[in-house]
């Protein structure tokens, strides 16, 4: 079952605009969520993260939201760049489950000159 | 910075060997996991490895694998008897907490 869903399989944006990834789950027992960035043939590397007590976390130009009530986080990058062309996976975890990540499919980005 | 190493980076195998996946984890982290990546389809957990013990493991891993911590700094991925259907990008992570950092993969190809 997918417990974690992005359900936008692709992005364009211009460098320099903002790039919006959205994900939506369905388990509210998840209680930290996190962003992956992924290269073809290379392991997920770790963006940035938000515990379900909070609402907003930011790190540079990435900055992550979530709304509990609608259980839906979401990944602005301000400003985007070329070199931020990647697959994003969105995860979610529950501290009692070993820390196992559920993943989405993933939002493949690309960003233009 | 210290990152997750993983050997081989490709392995090709018949059906029905086993074969054997290796990591070496971030060296203060207290858990390990593999997961796995079928082509074209989302990251999947496997399992999870805390305190010299699984403490959490997916409905794909059954009584085919294994895990095992040999030494002080290896984890290690076991197929006993691979299937077509096991050909996948293997990651493993590891972590303190929450937030696990990621190898490069091993890309098992079940002929």
């Known amino acids: 079952d997918q417990q974690v869903k992005q359900n936008s399989p692709s992005l364009s944006v211009q460098e320099g605009r903002i790039s919006i990834l959205n994900c939506d789950y369905t388990n509210s027992m998840f209680d930290y969520f996190l962003w992956y960035k992924k290269y073809p043939a290379e392991g997920p590397t770790f963006l940035i993260s938000i515990s379900s007590i909070k609402d907003k976390n930011e790190d540079g130009r990435f900055t992550v939201f979530l709304n509990k009530s609608a259980k839906h986080l979401s990944l602005h990058i301000v400003p985007s760049q070329p070199g931020d062309s990647a697959v994003y996976f969105c995860a979610a975890t529950m501290s009692n489950s070993g820390y196992a990540l559920n993943f989405g499919k993933g939002t493949s980005l690309l960003v233009t000159p | ?111």
């Not at chain 2, 050909?87 to 098992?108: K, V």
């Open chain 2, 1 to 111: 910075e210290p990152e997750v190493t993983q050997t081989p980076s490709h392995q090709v195998t018949q059906m029905g060997q086993e074969v054997i996946l290796r990591c070496v984890p971030i060296s203060n982290h207290l858990y390990f996991y593999w997961y796995r990546q079928i082509l074209g389809q989302k990251v999947e957990f496997l399992v999870s490895f805390y305190n010299n013990e699984i403490s959490e493991k997916s409905e794909i891993f059954d009584d085919q694998f294994s895990v095992e911590r040999p030494d002080g700094s290896n984890f290690t991925l076991k197929i006993r008897s691979t299937k077509l259907e096991d050909s996948a990008m293997y990651f493993c992570a590891s972590s303190r907490r929450e937030t696990q950092y990621f190898g490069p993969g091993t890309r098992l190809l079940v002929l």
